[in-house]
C-alpha cells in the first residue's frame, strides 16, 4: 500500500510539473539558467541511473553479466539501433554472459 | 478547424499533414518500447495495476524507469518519486514551449499537460507552420499516450510470464534501456561530461549511502552543473527518439 501512495505521489508531482509549463506566466520560468538546469539533471539522472543498475548490487559494487550489457547495449546505439534492439541487445548481452558462468 | 465540414475530408487532410505522419510514426516507434517498460516494471516487484498507473498518470518514459529503477535497487518509494520528479522537470520547459507554439485553450490546456512530453514537443518544435505544429503535437502526444498504455500492459504480461529476470538478463535490459535514454542526449563535449562525472559520483556513492540515494546526490551535482555552468540550454532537451532523424526537412 505504501508503494502507491509514492507511486500516486509522482504521478500528481508530475503532471503538475507539465501543467506548471501552461499556467505560470512564461516571465517566471523562461531564462536560459532553468532550462540548463532542467538538461543537466535529465543527463545526470540518466547516467547515475546507468551506472547504478550497471555496477550496483545493493549497496555493494559489482562486477557481473550486467557489464556485458552496457556493452552490447552501447555497440547497438553506435550502430543507429532503434530503443527496442537497443534493450533487446541488453538482454541478450546479459543472458549469454551468465550462460558463459559470469555472475 | 471547422466542425461543420466533412468529417471525412477533414480525416484525409489530418492524414496528409506532413507533422501527423511524423507525430503518428514517432508514435509506434516510442509506444513499441513501452514492451520494455511494462516487462521491467513487472519483474522489479510491480505488479500489473501498479505498472499500468505508472503509464497512463505518469505518463513520461524516463521518469517511469527511474521509479521502477530505484525501487528495483532496493531504494525506497520516496527516492523513487524524488528521483521521477527530478528527471520530469524537463516537462515543465517542454509545456512553457508548447504554451507558445500550440497555445492550446480552456480544458485543452489541462490534456495537454498530460501529454507533454519528449516526444510531442519534439514533433511540434520541428514544424514551422503554426497548425502543423498544433497537428504534430497533438497526434504525437495522443498517439505515443495510447501505444505506449497499450504496450505497457503487453510488456507486464510478458514479464510476468517469464519467471526469473536474471536467466532471460532483465537486468541487463534495464542497464540498455537507461543507456537508450541517455545517448541522444549526449551531444556535444559537455552533455557527456556530465554524464560521466554523474557516473562517478554514483559508483562512489553506492557504498557509503542507502539505495536510491546515489542518484539523488548525482542529480544535485548534475543541478549545481546547471546552475552555475554556461552550456548551451537547450542541452539534455532531446528526444528518446529524434522525429526527424532522417532527412530532417521539417527542422
Keep these: 500500500m505504501n508503494l502507491w501512495l509514492w507511486i500516486l505521489l509522482a504521478c500528481v508531482v508530475a503532471f503538475l510539473t507539465k501543467l506548471a509549463g501552461y499556467l505560470v506566466p512564461a516571465r517566471w520560468m523562461d531564462n536560459p539558467r532553468m532550462n540548463r538546469v532542467a538538461g543537466t539533471l535529465t543527463i545526470g539522472l540518466l547516467a547515475s541511473l546507468t551506472a547504478v543498475n550497471t555496477f550496483a548490487s545493493g549497496q555493494e559494487l559489482a562486477l557481473d553479466a550486467r557489464i556485458i550489457a552496457l556493452a552490447a547495449a552501447a555497440v547497438a546505439l553506435l550502430l543507429r539501433a532503434p530503443f527496442l534492439v537497443v534493450v533487446l541487445a541488453g538482454a541478450v548481452g546479459a543472458a549469454l554472459a551468465r550462460l558463459a558462468g559470469m555472475p | ?251
Excluded at chain 2, 39 to 66: E, N, P, R, Y
Excluded at chain 2, 122 to 140: H, I, K, M
Excluded at chain 2, 149 to 167: C, E, H, I, K, R
Design chain 2, 1 to 251: 478547424m471547422n466542425p461543420q465540414a466533412a468529417p471525412y475530408a477533414d480525416l484525409v487532410k489530418y492524414l496528409q499533414s506532413p507533422a501527423v505522419r511524423v507525430g503518428l510514426s514517432i508514435a509506434v516507434a516510442t509506444g513499441l518500447y513501452g514492451v520494455s517498460f511494462g516487462a521491467l516494471s513487472v519483474t522489479s516487484g510491480f505488479d500489473l495495476w501498479q505498472t499500468m498507473a505508472l503509464s497512463l498518470l505518469l505518463f513520461s518514459g524516463g521518469s517511469q524507469f527511474a521509479f521502477i529503477g530505484v525501487i528495483g535497487g532496493g531504494g525506497t518509494g520516496a527516492a523513487a518519486m524524488t528521483a521521477a520528479s527530478l528527471l520530469g522537470i524537463r516537462n515543465a520547459v517542454y509545456g512553457m514551449q508548447m504554451n507558445a507554439l500550440v497555445r492550446p485553450a480552456g480544458w485543452r490546456r489541462f490534456v495537454a499537460a498530460h501529454v507533454t512530453i519528449d516526444e510531442s514537443a519534439a514533433t511540434a518544435s520541428g514544424q514551422t507552420d503554426p497548425v502543423e505544429r498544433r497537428l504534430g503535437f497533438w497526434s504525437a502526444g495522443i498517439g505515443v499516450f495510447i501505444l505506449w498504455n497499450v504496450f505497457t500492459v503487453v510488456g507486464a504480461l510478458v514479464g510476468g510470464a517469464l519467471g526469473d529476470p536474471a536467466q532471460w538478463g532483465l537486468d541487463g535490459a534495464a542497464v540498455a534501456a537507461f543507456l537508450g535514454l541517455l545517448w541522444p542526449r549526449l551531444k556535444g563535449r559537455e552533455p557527456a561530461a556530465i554524464a560521466v562525472v554523474c557516473a562517478l559520483v554514483t559508483i562512489v556513492a553506492v557504498p557509503l549511502v542507502a539505495p536510491g540515494l546515489p542518484i539523488l546526490i548525482a542529480a544535485a551535482v548534475a543541478g549545481a552543473i546547471g546552475w552555475f555552468g554556461h552550456g548551451r540550454p537547450t542541452e539534455g532537451l532531446e528526444p528518446d527518439i529524434d522525429p526527424y532523424a532522417d532527412g530532417g526537412d521539417h527542422r
